[in-house]
Antibody
């Protein structure tokens, strides 16, 4: 069974750094893209970027380029989303999700990590 | 503002058939497959339909998808109370080189 297990909720202050994680299991981790999707309170889903653990190819949505860093460690089936300096506007639920190579959306999702940024 | 356009809400009574629309452009729905997700807040979004009209194993045949040109639809027949959720459409967007989503449709079972 394909599973994506995300790290727990975080409460941070503006300006702090943060790295959240997503562990994949039940499939060959290095052969699927892992993406991150943001959902702000009461809003829809926004694709942030994706990484391919097999060769570390990483693509970002223009809206998030330079704002976050997406990475993966294929040896331990982990993907990461990190911020160097959080803003209050980063408060949201963040989902990791898997997709196959090619022009296809996601097929399996994690349950989300709630990030709250408040002074 | 989401790239794909969905109605914000839909409703029906148990047993009814409801349809949720998703409108895009030649850069997304018009040239790529449409996926549909069911999402209950606080849980992982669940894939309902992939490649326009295919159901993953375990998804009841009450759920069906269709696509025509730059639009797509999700139909739910024999509506049940447990179908009450948010529904999102998604498609690959060529110039973005990534997936785009609709704004979501909140389905209420009256």
């Amino acid at each position: 069974e394909v599973q994506l297990v995300q790290s727990g909720a975080e409460v941070k202050k503006p300006g702090e750094s943060l790295k959240i994680s997503c562990e994949g299991s039940g499939y060959t981790f290095s052969t699927y893209w892992i993406g991150w999707v943001r959902q702000k309170p009461g809003k829809g889903l926004e694709w942030m970027g994706s990484t391919y653990p097999g060769d570390f190819d990483t693509r970002y949505s223009p809206s998030f380029e330079g704002q976050v860093t997406i990475s993966a460690e294929k040896s331990i089936n982990m993907a990461y989303l990190q911020w160097s300096s959080l803003k209050a506007s980063d408060t949201a639920m963040y989902y990791c999700a898997r997709r196959e190579s090619g022009n296809y959306p996601f097929d399996h999702w994690g349950e989300g990590t709630l990030v709250t940024v408040s002074s | 503002q989401s790239v794909l356009t969905q109605p914000p809400s839909a409703s029906g009574t148990p047993g009814q058939r409801v349809t949720i629309s998703c409108s895009g452009s030649s850069s997304n729905i018009g040239s790529n497959y449409v996926y549909w997700y069911q999402h209950l807040p606080g849980t992982a979004p669940k894939l309902l339909i992939y490649r326009n009209n295919q159901r993953p194993s375990g998804v009841p045949d009450r759920f069906s998808g269709s696509e025509s040109g730059t639009s797509a639809s999700l139909a739910i027949s024999g509506l049940r109370s447990e179908d009450e959720a948010d529904y999102y459409c998604s498609a690959w967007h060529d110039s973005l080189s990534g997936p785009v989503f609709g704004g979501g449709t909140k389905l209420t079972v009256l």
